[in-house]
Structure formats: C-alpha cells, structure tokens
C-alpha cells in the first residue's frame, strides 16, 4: 500500500511495507507504513522534519496516523533505551524500581537534563511495572533484533 504524498506530511524517505513487520502485529497491522519528511506543521520559511506512522483502516487512510518531530522520536529512542538498561537490573529491588529514589537517571541534551524515573503518581504502579517488565522480558528477542540493527547503523554513523 503506497503512503500518500498529496496530503500536508510529505514524505522524503519511506518504509511503505511496515506492517510486514510490526513487532508482534507483524501482517496483521493498520501500521501500513513509517516515513520521513517534511512535517504538516511547516510555515512558510521554516522547514522541519519529522517521521509519521501511517495507519489505515482498510478502507482509508487513518486521522490517527502519528506524526512527530524527528527528536522526539530520537528522544522516545533514548527514553526505551534508558527503561531498558533500568530493567535489566530491577530484580534487585522489591518492586522493581528503588521506591526512595524513583528517578532512574537524567540524560544530558542541549544544556539541561532529561529525568527519566518511575510513575510513582500511578495509583498502580506496583501492578503495573511488574506487568511491564514481563512483556518486556516476553518480547525480548523481538526488541533485541531492532536494537542490535540499531546498534550496527549507529556505529556506520561513527557513533
């Protein structure tokens, strides 16, 4: 299914068989495709990119395809990466996480920090992250695939 370039998100680099490989969705997706390109925010004068997943109903064209500016999308990267490493080690802890100190580390960008740390405001945290670190464990090989390609076209970048 070929992404539209008519409407106002126009897409420079494409993936228009993502839903041939959606994580556990795979072949089964309304995750149609992923793209880079000029955002549908753009103002005259002032371009910015940003990536998009387009989702479609079988009929047409979903309103709840996302798009968003590429850092946040690098930003949502560093964020699953960051829980990652967290979880790796949260057996140590009675609730898998240190209830004290629910911050779980700040990643320096541009000056300040990003705080990346538990939801303790969740009234159901303690369900919930145990719930979460099982499918995050469940799906483990299917993460690992992505990050290790990940890991392979950063260090092709000289990162």
Known sequence: MQI????KHKPV??????????????????AKGLSLGLAQ???RGKVDISAKVWRHTGGKWS?????LPLH???????????GM?????AYRYKELYDTEN?????????????????????ERIIEDIKLF???????GELYGERLRTLSRILKEMGY
Do not use: K
């Open 63 to 67: 309103r709840q395809s996302e798009e």
């Open 13 to 30: 680099i494409v993936s228009e068989n993502y839903d041939q490989v959606d994580g556990r969705y795979a072949s089964n997706s309304d």
């Open 102 to 122: 629910p911050v779980i580390d700040r990643v320096g960008l541009q000056g300040d920090a990003m705080t990346v740390s538990v939801c303790t405001d969740n």
């Open 41 to 43: 925010w753009n103002d």
């Open 4 to 7: 539209p370039t008519t409407l």
């Open 72 to 82: 946040r999308v690098l930003d949502l990267a560093i964020l699953v990466c960051t």
């Open 85 to 89: 490493v967290h979880f790796r080690e």
């Open 133 to 139: 670190s099982q499918a995050l464990s469940d799906d």
